[in-house]
């Protein structure tokens, strides 16, 4: 019994030490009234397609998406490339799935690569017609002419 104890106590602590190691831990303002200064171009979007294709600095597979533009507050969404890691996590949880039909807030800089992840400020959202994240509200109220 004592043996069994000790081994479900070592698994406990490996799994909490893991798991914490594991997380992503993101520095910084996550408010948008902090940041959205420092970005040239911020939109809703939805996703409509993505392609594999292979970064041509690190050779690493990355995904583009293809989207649809729903909200614009400033800049212009044709000179933006949003990207993610091919694996979805590329050993990290700090990376973000990209998937079709879905919603996202981006923000991008001329000339910078826009790269989805969890501590990016480009992030997923809710984006339906009763709920919208608070993120959008933020912007709304930053761009009042934007608003839908």
Do not use: W
């Not at 992503?24 to 294709?53: E, M, N, P, Q, W």
Request: include cysteine; charge should be negative; charged fraction near 20%.
């Amino acid at each position: 019994m004592t043996i069994t104890f000790r081994l479900c106590s070592a698994f406990v602590l490996l799994s909490f030490f893991s798991s914490s190691a594991l997380a992503c831990l993101c520095s910084g303002s996550r408010s948008v009234d902090d940041f959205y200064h420092k970005y040239d171009h911020i939109f809703v979007a939805r996703i409509t397609g993505l392609d594999l294709v292979e970064d041509s600095v690190t050779s690493d597979e990355i995904i583009i998406a293809k989207f649809e533009v729903l909200e614009l507050f400033q800049g212009n969404p044709d000179d933006v490339v949003v990207s993610a890691d091919a694996l979805g996590f590329n050993f990290s949880t700090c990376s973000t799935h990209l998937v079709v039909g879905s919603y996202y807030l981006i923000f991008a800089a001329n000339g910078e690569p826009t790269h989805l992840g969890r501590c990016s400020a480009s992030q997923p959202i809710t984006y339906e017609e009763k709920h919208v994240s608070p993120s959008v509200h933020d912007l709304r109220r930053l761009f009042p002419t934007s608003a839908p």
